[in-house]
């Protein structure tokens, strides 16, 4: 059975840093690329970030340069590394199988808040 936990969200101040984890069981992450999706309020589900299985990583535009991915295949475990916060990062974020989730398995998510 697929299962995505997700934590260290809270409430930040516009410029702070969060450090969000994920820890995964029923997939291995050595052999998948695994995303960090957001949710804002009344919004999609949204892929920010991506790390491939040889630990490149992609971003979207409007994190780059702020959001770090990174994970431990030996713990089967990735985290989102974010600076800089803006307002407009408050969201849900999760975690999951990337670019192509495993929709029947989202997690509770992890809820930020950025305060201006």
């Known amino acids: 059975q697929l299962r995505f936990v997700e934590s260290g969200g809270g409430l930040a101040q516009a410029g702070g840093s969060l450090r969000l984890s994920c820890v995964a069981s029923g997939i291995t992450f050595a052999i998948n690329d695994i995303g960090w999706y957001r949710q804002a309020p009344g919004m999609g589900r949204a892929l920010v970030a991506r790390i491939n299985q040889d630990y490149s990583a992609e971003y979207v535009d409007d994190v780059k340069g702020r959001f770090t991915i990174s994970k431990d295949n030996a713990r089967n475990m990735a985290y989102l590394q974010m600076n800089s916060l803006k307002p407009e990062d408050t969201a849900i974020y999760y975690c999951?199988?990337?670019?192509?989730?495993?929709?029947?398995?989202w997690g509770q998510g992890t809820q930020v808040t950025v305060s201006s």
């Open positions: 999951n199988s990337a670019p192509s989730p495993y929709d029947d398995w």
